[in-house]
Every structure is written in structure tokens, then in C-alpha cells.
């Protein structure tokens, strides 16, 4: 089913009342008769490729010399790559900052 499908769809009048309830408690955060039981476990492999989304915020333009096997590297992955390097050095950052609470 496209995104399409949907929008062209035709809807009855009890299923646009459910969808407008199930927003309603959504925009309320009720998500307390979810039940999530049959969802299975995420596997290491999925847990490796998972990234941290980050809200926008302002950036500085800086310029940088990588080696070419890093920005090889990091194009590989798709699109993004300069975000990416971002988000590496965030994430660093932020761990470092952890590993210092900690160990006061």
C-alpha cells in the first residue's frame, strides 16, 4: 500500500472516529493500552546500525583536512557524510563528558 492508497482512500465514518481518537490520545501521550509483547527483540546487528537522532541546531562552517580513506569511508555510508562527522565527534564528545561525571 502507497501513501497514495491512503490519501485515495475511502474512509467510513467509524474508522476516521478511531483514527481521530487513536490522534487524540497520541498528542495526550497515552500510550498505556499499547501492548508491545509481540515484538521481537532487536538483534545485535540491528542494535550496531542504529544512530541517535539529533534535533537542528546551528553549525559553525569550519574546514577540515580528512585522509581520503576516511572521507572514502564516511561517503560510503550515504548521503550525509559531512553530518555524519558531526554526529561522530558529538557522540565522542558527549561520552567523554560522561566518562568524566562518572569518574568525579
Known amino acids: ?40 527483540r532487536l538483534t545485535p546487528e540491528q542494535l550496531a546500525q542504529m544512530v541517535r537522532l539529533r534535533g537542528p541546531r546551528r553549525k559553525q562552517a569550519v574546514s577540515v583536512r580528512l585522509d581520503p580513506e576516511v572521507l572514502v569511508w564516511l561517503r560510503s555510508k550515504g548521503e550525509g557524510h559531512l553530518t555524519r562527522i558531526n554526529d561522530i565527534l558529538t557522540n565522542l564528545m558527549e561520552a567523554e563528558r560522561k566518562s568524566r561525571k562518572s569518574a568525579s
Do not use: F, V
Not at 491512503?6 to 481518537?21: D, L
Not at 490520545?25 to 497515552?30: F, I, V
Open 1 to 40: 500500500m502507497t501513501s497514495e492508497d491512503i490519501r485515495n482512500r475511502k474512509w467510513t465514518e467509524a474508522e476516521k472516529q478511531a483514527i481521530r481518537r487513536g490522534a487524540a490520545k497520541q498528542a495526550a501521550g497515552d500510550d498505556s493500552d499499547i501492548d508491545c509483547s509481540d515484538i521481537p
